[in-house]
Each structure stands twice: as structure tokens, then as C-alpha cells.
């Protein structure tokens, strides 16, 4: 975890256990994933110049790692927005709860799989920028 805004967001490292067969990457909560994982799911199948995202939790922790492909993805804090270029499948962005979150340039062959630390709940996007800007400026 390398990013100066961890707090928030960050890149992880995750090891490989390479072989002569091919590579496998392994994801533990609370070891190399920082926190009890809920949730697994994946997005993939996202279609030329689709822009997804557009929403921050408010207590919702998240690594997204493309397993292949790549994508972009943006972040926004209250100490301003970073793009991060995700194309490898031993690298996860960690973004925690009031995080601004947009993805875009999705290769055709991406697929984004995202560990979580909660189930599913609606509730509790902040899908409304205005929202969430004075929700970080408090
Ligand atoms: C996030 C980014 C990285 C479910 O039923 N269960 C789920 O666990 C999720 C994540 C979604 N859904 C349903 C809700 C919508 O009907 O799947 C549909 C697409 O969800 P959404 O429009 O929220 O997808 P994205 O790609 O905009 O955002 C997702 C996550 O929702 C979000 O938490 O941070 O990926």
C-alpha cells in the first residue's frame, strides 16, 4: 500500500505464487485485503465509452482489481481527484467510504473484480455530487 492518501484510497501489491504451470494471486481479509471481505463481484462486458461509477459510500471499503484488461478509474476526496490506470491482475485499488468514485476506458476484454466489505445496500450510495461535495466539506 503506497499511496499517500491511504487513508482513503491506495494501490496494493499483491503477491504471486508463480510456477512453471502459470500464476495464482490470493486474497485474505484482514491480511492482504484490509478488511473483512462481505462481497465479491465482477464487472465485466462494460461497453465502448460506458462511464460506470458516479457515486462514493459513506462507510463502504472496496479493492478493485482488473483480474484482465484494464480500466481507469478516478477518485475524489477532500483533498482533490487521482486517476489510477488499473491493468494487472497482482495490483488492487483500495478505496474506502466518502471516496468519489468514476470508471471509464474499459478494454473490451476488462474484467474488474471488486472485494467488499459490506453486503449490497442501496442506502448507502451518495449518488448525488452536490451531495457528496458537501457531504467531504464538512
Ligand atoms: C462501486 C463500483 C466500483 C447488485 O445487485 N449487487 C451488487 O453487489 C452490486 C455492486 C450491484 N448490484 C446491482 C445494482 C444495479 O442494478 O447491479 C446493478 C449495477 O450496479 P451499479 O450501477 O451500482 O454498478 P457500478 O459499476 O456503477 O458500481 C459498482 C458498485 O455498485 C459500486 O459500489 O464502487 O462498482
Not at 40 to 61: C, E, P, Q, S, W
Not at 116 to 121: L, P
Request: hydrophobic share 35%; aromatic share 14%; glycine share 8%.
Amino acid at each position: 500500500m503506497n499511496d499517500e492518501n491511504f487513508a482513503d484510497y491506495g494501490l496494493i501489491d499483491f503477491n504471486i505464487k508463480g510456477d512453471e504451470r502459470g500464476s495464482l494471486v490470493a486474497f485474505e481479509e484482514n491480511h492482504n485485503v484490509p478488511f473483512d471481505i462481505k462481497r465479491v463481484y465482477y464487472i465485466f462486458d462494460t461497453k465502448l465509452g460506458v462511464k460506470r461509477g458516479n457515486h462514493a459510500h459513506t462507510t463502504l471499503k472496496q479493492v478493485l482489481i482488473c483480474t484482465s484488461g484494464s480500466c481507469k478509474i478516478l477518485v475524489e476526496n477532500d483533498s482533490g481527484r487521482k486517476e489510477f490506470y488499473l491493468d494487472k491482475p497482482d495490483e488492487g485499488l483500495y478505496i474506502g467510504g466518502l471516496v468519489w468514485r468514476e470508471m471509464y476506458d474499459f478494454s473490451p476484454d476488462c474484467v474488474l473484480l471488486v472485494l467488499a466489505s459490506e453486503y449490497y445496500d442501496e442506502g448507502e450510495y451518495i449518488r448525488d455530487y452536490d451531495k457528496f461535495l458537501k457531504k467531504i466539506s464538512k
